[in-house]
């Protein structure tokens, strides 16, 4: 697909080095598509757009514009698209999807290829690589590891805007109970073990 293509190479020079939303983030998310895409009944061509276009704008998360970052890239990727050559039917579709597939908007895409880059991105939010964003993103943010007092959250609400261990329980735990299709329900099931499995450990060293 010679538009998907050029669409990455576009994308490659527009994403910033984000430590948990840069190009291989893209291209992570991308391969996830593309396992989905293998059990769902959907449009590649359309997934795999909304896939390279989903981050274009990116806010901090601890910016007060972090929540509207989706909208934005949806907003920015209509116009990259337009250039390409896809239609305006097409744009609709993937650009509800890139707007929707946000956590923080709390919305279930409408449409199968909207649900598909939702799962896609979610994954790449767990597993071994979701623990490497999530300390990463902590890190450049500069926030403490963990509470010492209750390290998880045992007794208080999670806190993720404070200590970066919070952030399993504030939102990547609840994850798996969030995917849309059949396949990315298993894989976020196995992915999710592993994360509560790193957890345990994490509990026997502190």
């Not at 990727?77 to 956590?103: P, W």
Request: charged residues 30%.
């Amino acid at each position: 697909m010679k538009s998907l293509k050029s669409l990455e190479l576009e994308v490659k020079k527009r994403i910033k080095n984000d430590p948990a939303h840069d190009y291989s983030h893209v291209m992570r998310v991308y391969k996830n598509a593309q396992i989905l895409l293998k059990k769902e009944k959907a449009n590649p061509r359309l997934v795999l757009a909304s896939v390279l276009l989903h981050d274009l704008v990116l806010f901090p998360k601890s910016d007060p514009r972090s929540k509207s970052s989706s909208t934005k890239s949806a907003i920015l990727a209509a116009k990259i698209l337009q250039k390409h050559g896809f239609s305006e039917h097409d744009i609709v579709i993937i650009c509800d999807a890139i707007r929707d597939h946000s956590y923080s908007r709390g919305k279930i895409p409408q449409t199968i290829e909207g649900k598909i880059l939702q799962d896609a991105d979610r994954l790449d939010a767990l597993g071994s690589i979701g623990i490497a964003r999530t300390f990463s993103v902590g890190g450049s943010e500069g926030r403490p590891i963990y509470n010492d007092l209750d390290p998880f959250c045992r007794i208080r609400k999670p806190d993720d805007h404070i200590w970066t261990v919070d952030h399993f329980y504030k939102k990547l735990l609840l994850l798996e109970k969030t995917m849309n299709t059949k396949t990315g329900k298993v894989l976020a099931k196995k992915r999710t073990r592993l994360m509560i499995q790193f957890l345990s450990e994490l509990k026997s060293e502190i």
